[in-house]
């Protein structure tokens, strides 16, 4: 399961693709592709809006998640 979180995740990171594109990109099939989605939905705020898909190029409805910004402790070490 952690690898499909993992590979769902940088599908998605500030790039709208479609579930459809997900799916395939993923090879995972739909149902595996929300139970990801939903696991990246309790640490990540996921978009789904209607839009342009990366993937495909067609206009759908797309997910996609916002990079997590680091956190302070982690931008004071690079200092």
Same mark, same amino acid.
């Given at each position: 399961?952690?690898?499909?979180?993992? @590979? @769902?995740?940088?599908? %998605?990171?500030?790039? !709208?693709?479609?579930?459809?594109?997900?799916?395939?990109?993923?090879?995972?099939? !739909?149902?595996?592709?929300?139970?990801? %989605?939903?696991? %990246?939905?309790?640490?990540?705020? %996921?978009?789904?809006? !209607?839009?342009?898909?990366?993937?495909?190029?067609?206009?759908?409805?797309?997910?996609?998640?916002?990079? !997590?910004?680091?956190?302070?402790?982690?931008?004071?070490?690079?200092?």
């Amino acid at each position: 399961m952690h690898d499909t979180v993992a @590979v @769902v995740s940088a599908l %998605i990171v500030e790039r !709208p693709l479609c579930m459809l594109c997900i799916t395939e990109k993923s090879c995972l099939t !739909p149902e595996e592709a929300s139970v990801a %989605i939903g696991a %990246i939905e309790r640490v990540l705020k %996921i978009h789904r809006e !209607p839009g342009r898909c990366r993937g495909c190029g067609l206009s759908r409805f797309v997910l996609y998640s916002d990079r !997590p910004s680091r956190s302070p402790a982690h931008q004071r070490r690079l200092r």
